[in-house]
Each structure stands twice: as C-alpha cells, then as structure tokens.
C-alpha cells in the first residue's frame, strides 16, 4: 500500500514567519511530487511541483525533495494569513494515479 | 494547464434519488478522475474515467452506486444513484494535464447534500 503521511497540524505560525510544511512517502519509486494548496471550501489549487532531489523556488515557496530520505517538505517564506489554507503534499510513481497525503492545516497569525 | 469545470455546483437532494454531476475540460486530456471529500477531510479517489471502456473503481466503490461516463476526451459524468445521507459530500473531479502529464487540477467541486 504507497502511502503519504503529512502532519495533519494545526500548524501556527507568525506573519512574516516562514512555515515549514513537511511529507514523507513510502513507495521508493515515486518520481513526482506536488504541493496543492487548498481553502476551506475550495478545490485544490497547485501550488508546486518537483522532480529532482533538491531544492525548487517559485516566489515566497520553496518545495524540498529528498528521494533517499523519502522526504518532501514546503517552505513559505514572509508567510501571510492569506496562506491560510490546508497544504496537500502529492506522489506520483511514474503510473496515472497519484496518492494525496491528507494535508496540513496551516494558521498564519496577523 | 487545464481548467476545468463542473455542474451543478451544489445540490440538495432526498433520499433515494439519484444526482448526475458533469464535468467539463477546456482541452483534451488522458485521464479524468472522481475523488469525495468530506468536510475536513482528505480526498478519496472514487474513480478513474477512461474514455472509451469501463470506469476503474477503488476500493469500497462500485459502479452502481456511482456509474461514470467518459464519452470523449474532455467530458465526463459521475452519477450518484439511489442517494443516503452518508452521500452527504463534495465530488471533485480532476485531469492530468500539463506541465507534466502526472500534474492533476481539480475542478471547482459539487457540494452535494442529501436530506
């Protein structure tokens, strides 16, 4: 059974603070791996993605991969209360379906 | 990537009765998904829509409860048949699009309540 463990939080962090959200995967074959944002009562929204051990930045968000640690974390950088949302972390093995982690609640305090 | 959308965007319904959910891409992609999730709750996969042939089910789901059709490339239907109150959830559906063929976007979702 692959599987995608994410803290489910609620993580609470400062505005201005950087928030580290973090995923670990069991199937050592996974080759892509997302970060989907999601708001309380919304669909979610794809915030990143990466394929190569290492680091990947896009503005405020920084996505981490490590494949030997099997590890995936997301770093928001100047976190805003509208970062607010619940963060999905995402696998996929190489096949056309993609196993969700059950997200992080992520709390950025004005 | 792909944007897609879906009909109707909430619904109320009574028990027994059955709701059909459509969802539209904006370009043609391989493969269309149907996940629920309930309030505060992670995605469950319901589905995979193939065009062309039989929907694949996970585990737990079956294809009279939920028939799917997938009639071509950017179109599919996620029915909910004979509804409970345990049917009481949001219906996404999602596509593999581009950038990369593994990236999924979900639709806007379907509240769906039944009373």
């Known amino acids: 059974q692959k599987e995608v463990e994410q803290n489910s939080g609620p993580l609470s962090v400062p505005e201005g603070a950087i928030a580290s959200l973090n995923c670990t995967y069991s199937?050592?074959?996974?080759?892509?791996f997302f970060w989907y944002r999601q708001y309380s009562g919304k669909s979610p929204e794809l915030i990143m993605f990466?394929?190569?051990?290492g680091d990947k930045e896009d503005g405020r968000f920084t996505a981490q991969l490590n494949k030997a640690s099997q590890y995936v974390s997301l770093l928001i950088r100047d976190s805003q209360p509208s970062d607010s949302a619940t963060y999905l972390c995402?696998?996929?093995?190489?096949?056309?379906?993609?196993?969700f982690g059950a997200g992080t609640r992520l709390f950025v305090k004005a | 990537s792909a944007v897609i959308s879906q009909k109707p965007s909430r619904d109320i319904c009574q028990r027994g009765t059955s709701l059909t959910i459509q969802c539209q891409v904006d370009?043609?992609?391989?493969?269309m998904f149907w996940y629920r999730q309930q309030p505060g709750q992670s995605l469950t996969l319901i589905a995979t829509a193939n065009q062309g042939s039989e929907a694949t089910y996970e585990s737990g789901f079956v294809i009279d409860k939920f028939p799917i059709s997938r009639p071509n490339l950017t179109f599919s239907t996620l029915t909910v048949s004979n509804m409970s109150p345990e049917d009481s959830s949001i219906y996404l559906c999602?596509?593999?699009?581009?950038?990369?063929?593994?990236?999924?976007?979900f639709g806007p979702g379907t509240r769906l309540l039944v009373l």
């Open positions: 995402a696998v996929n093995s190489g096949g056309f379906k993609t196993i």
């Open positions: 999602s596509a593999l699009g581009t950038p990369a063929q593994e990236t999924q976007y």
């Open positions: 370009s043609q992609v391989t493969m």
């Open positions: 990466i394929y190569s051990n």
């Open positions: 199937d050592r074959g996974s080759q892509s």
